[in-house]
């Protein structure tokens, strides 16, 4: 993906509240999933609520580029055609995944069995990424896979002879290491496990089974045998609960909110940040819990509440890994601290978010010691007001909406930079976002031509 001639600003006006009802826009990682596994699926599927944000374009892109027609996505409607597991063809050229990790995992895994050579490549943050993580599994079930010595991409997959299942256990919790095994396992001669040490989304596992794929779980561990077929079924994905997040902590740190959020995803892994909340004080009624297309969903009314620091459980840290940058400024307006432990991970996310939050923070007024796997945060209070400023978003789409909801409690104008990414997850953010009450301005500017050549000339690198 070519860096983009404009750049991004937020500008946001201080205070306000947030009030009403809002859908936000579908999940990223089942859109992810949804794809993969349609493209993969013998017949038609009928996508409902699909993502059409940068990352899942990203991945239906990657598949066009092999051979699978697919109509849309329009208002959220795709339907794809299925190729069937043995079907794809080989890319012509080195398929661009933008920013989205997912994709890249993911898809390391599940081209890793093909007869084909394939390269996959990425934006400057995603070439910093640890691909290791995946490499070195795949390795071991037989893949042939190149990375630069860094373990980094572009990875070019080469056809393996054959794969073979593992039985792994995963070195940290992580969702998008077992999606790409489990995806690979379905090219692969007998039986993979992968074992977790802390329960990570399980989408794959979900949509595997929704797709007629036997997949067995006992505790900790989830196995598949090679070899099956997957059939088309219609998939209705529920809004983001990563995405919803920057509302839950907006309604709750801004005095006179009342927002309700529809339909939202409500997979016990991934409700972290909903648990985190309500533990810090937040008023966070679960209204309607129904199901939809295999996942649960419920509508979420937060009305603002006085928080308080906590330390953050270290089993939630993963069942909320996306949703800190938001945690961050619900624990700068809490009263008392707040601690982070056991969240190393964040350091590897689209930019190090802990010590990005930690910069953003501090320009704000706010006392925030980053350690190597977490953060201590010291709130202002029920009573206190951030200050304003400069914050820089890091080009990382969480960073940027985090900052921009903590205006709603800040005295003067907040700017933040670098906010395009915004669109890998969250299209419309600014437009929904100011429908609901906050005071949000989008600022396109041209790029000085030496910054553009200078992010062009990093993600050649
Ligand atoms: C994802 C898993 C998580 C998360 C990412 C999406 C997925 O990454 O941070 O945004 O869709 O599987 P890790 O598996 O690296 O924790």
Known sequence: MTASAHSLSFELAPGGALRGELRVPGDKSISHRAVMLAALAEGETEIEGFLEGADSLATLAAFRAMGVEADGPIAGRLRVSGVGLQGLQAPQQALDLGNSGTSMRLLSGLLAGQRFASTLIGDASLSRRPMGRVIDPLTQMGARIEATPEGRSPLRLLPAEALVGIDYALPVASAQVKSSLL????????????TEPAPTRDHTERMLAAFGYPVRRQGNRVCLSGGGRLIATP???????????????????????????????????????????RQMGADIAIERPRELGGEPVADLRVRAAALHGIAIPEEQVPLAIDEFPALFIAAACADGETLLTGAAELRVKE?????????????????????????????????GL??????????????????????????????IDDCANVETSFPGFAGLAAGVG?????????????????????ERA
Do not use: W
Not at 256 to 261: H, V
Not at 438 to 458: D, F, M, P, S
């Open 183 to 194: 995806l690979a396992g379905l090219y692969a001669q007998g039986e993979t496990c992968v």
């Open 235 to 277: 998939i209705r994905i529920p809004a983001d609960i990563s995405s919803a997040a920057f509302f839950l902590v907006g309604a709750s740190i801004a005095p006179g909110s009342d927002l309700t959020l529809t339909e939202v995803g409500m997979n016990p892994t991934r409700i972290g940040v909903v648990n985190i909340l």
């Open 351 to 383: 930019s190090d978010r802990i010590q990005v939050m930690a910069g953003g923070l501090s320009a704000l007024g706010v006392e925030a010691e980053p350690r190597p796997d977490g953060i201590l945060i010291r709130g202002i209070g029920a009573a």
């Open 386 to 415: 951030l200050g304003g400023g400069r914050v820089a978003g890091h080009g990382d789409h969480r960073i940027a909406m985090a900052f921009a909801i903590s205006a709603l409690r800040a005295i003067a104008p907040i700017q």
């Open 438 to 458: 906050l005071q949000i301005t989008e600022r396109r500017a041209e790029k000085h031509a030496e910054e553009h050549a200078k992010e062009h000339a990093e």
